[in-house]
């Protein structure tokens, strides 16, 4: 089982970053699957979730209206669109398969003029 992000980088305040996560090794698309971050000091987030089929997706406040999930299951990869971005998104960013347990090995996205 394999959870490969991709997209991470260096963006100024109120840019746009697409991070990616290629999935392999079990049936993508029967699992949600979600999107976390970790920024330095502190715990592990949620920022969102997008159900098996994608037709229901969740946000907590603070990304809301900036971030979009997505899920495309014929090539097994669930994005997360970051749009409008702030210093405080500064994180490292996680896939998951949490009904799997399954993490991928994080992707830097730093926020900074």
């Known amino acids: 089982v394999q959870l490969v992000e991709s997209g991470g980088g260096l963006v100024q305040p109120g840019g746009s970053l697409r991070l990616s996560c290629a999935a392999s090794?079990?049936?993508?698309?029967?699992?949600?699957m979600s999107w976390y971050r970790q920024a330095p000091g502190k715990g592990r987030e949620l920022v969102a979730f997008?159900?098996?089929?994608?037709?229901?997706?969740n946000y907590p406040n603070s990304v809301k209206g900036r971030f979009t999930i997505s899920k495309d299951n014929a090539k097994n990869t669930v994005y997360l669109q970051m749009n409008s971005l702030k210093l405080e998104d500064t994180a490292v960013y996680y896939c998951?398969?949490?009904?799997?347990?399954?993490w991928g090995q994080g992707t830097q996205v730093t926020v900074s003029s």
């Open positions: 997008i159900a098996a089929n994608g037709g229901s997706t």
């Open positions: 090794g079990f049936t993508f698309s029967r699992y949600d």
């Open positions: 998951s398969c949490i009904p799997r347990g399954y």
